[in-house]
């Protein structure tokens, strides 16, 4: 099993920057893809970013040019770097992986950390 905990989010006006992190811990073989979800309220999951073992990035429209996904692949860590930050980037972030286990490839999600970005 994976375990996946995110930290970074918060309250921050428009314009400024936050950058998130997620760690992945547990039992496991190998991690391929981690990426980032988020949710709003009222809204459903939208895909942000994500990123191969490669290093190769995956971003939505609404973030390219803002957004920066980036991992550490010999401490599992995967980070996204929020700036220019917008009141619809607001959402609660959640961290997903692609991870190979005794029970096979799934995804594994985190609990998630909220981004407040206010006017």
């Known amino acids: 099993q994976v375990q996946l905990e995110e930290s970074g989010g918060g309250l921050v006006q428009a314009g400024e920057s936050l950058r998130l992190s997620c760690a992945a811990s547990g039992t496991y073989f190998n991690i391929n893809v981690m990426g980032w979800y988020r949710q709003a309220p009222g809204k459903q999951r939208e895909f942000v970013a994500s990123?191969?073992?490669?290093?190769?990035?995956t971003y939505a429209d609404s973030v390219k040019g803002r957004f920066t996904v980036s991992r550490d692949n010999t401490n599992n860590l995967v980070y996204l770097q929020m700036n220019s930050l917008k009141p619809e980037d607001t959402a609660k972030y959640c961290c997903r992986v692609d991870a190979r286990t005794n029970w096979g490839l799934r995804d594994y999600w985190g609990q998630g950390t909220q981004v407040t970005v206010s006017a």
């Open positions: 990123i191969t073992t490669g290093g190769n990035p």
